[in-house]
């Protein structure tokens, strides 16, 4: 109704905020939950898909996730998707979008892109989802800061390949990098702020894959 919102929880966890004169329904196969958007905002926190993903469709565009935040607006001239966090794959018309945290899409050309805070400021949640991004923002900055490691000229490996080899490829040293990278991660997480909440909600295996999976790679290195 005006004036008014309301949360739908999906059996797979997810959260579907949905604004004033918002007209939707869902459906499940084994794939995932759709979200069939006729009309209005909705705002969704995706859960981690363990197969498929969720996805919402309007009239004119359909948007898959494995597990996110996004709003999807759709209007009679057309929609418009916006992220918070995660990736979104957007298919509309011929066209195929690969949204990240702070990028946003829309449909038709003649839509110009809106002030991202406007795509959440109507959500009882709009100053942690501010707050998510700006946090996501600050990390970002800070490991792009980080000096990339040197490209590689040569290797001390070469004297042990087959002598009939015909090509050989190598890539920096990231080991280090990443490493600085996930310090900074950790520093901000130490804050307590919104990135920690959202850190905090995730699975516990999931944190722990993503630490040891960057581990790995770190002792590889």
Not at 110 to 127: G, K, V, Y
Not at 137 to 165: E, F, H, K, M, W
Request: charged share 15%.
């Amino acid at each position: 109704a005006k004036n008014s919102t309301a949360v739908l929880r999906l059996n797979d966890g997810s959260k579907v905020e949905v604004n004033q004169r918002a007209q939707i329904y869902v459906t499940r196969g084994w794939t995932g939950s759709t979200v069939h958007l006729a009309m209005g905002n909705v705002i969704v926190a995706a859960a981690k898909q363990r197969r498929g993903s969720l996805q919402v469709v309007t009239a004119d565009c359909n948007v898959s996730v494995k597990g996110t935040v996004f709003s999807v607006d759709a209007g009679t001239r057309g929609s418009r998707v916006a992220v918070a966090e995660g990736t979104v794959w957007v298919d509309h018309g011929k066209k195929h979008d690969v949204l990240h945290r702070g990028d946003q899409t829309s449909t038709a050309a003649d839509m110009a892109p809106a002030p991202l805070a406007d795509q959440f400021s109507w959500s009882p949640n709009s100053d942690r989802y501010m707050a998510l991004l700006g946090d996501l923002a600050s990390v970002s900055r800070d490991i792009s800061a980080i000096p990339a490691p040197g490209l590689r000229y040569q290797s001390n490996l070469l004297s042990y390949l087959p002598a009939n080899t015909v090509a050989v490829a190598a890539i920096p040293n990231i080991g280090s990098t990443l490493s600085e990278g996930i310090t900074i991660f950790h520093n901000k997480l130490a804050e307590n702020g919104a990135l920690a909440d959202w850190w905090n909600s995730l699975n516990p295996v999931q944190r722990q894959h993503l630490e040891e999976t960057i581990q790995q790679i770190t002792t590889a290195s």
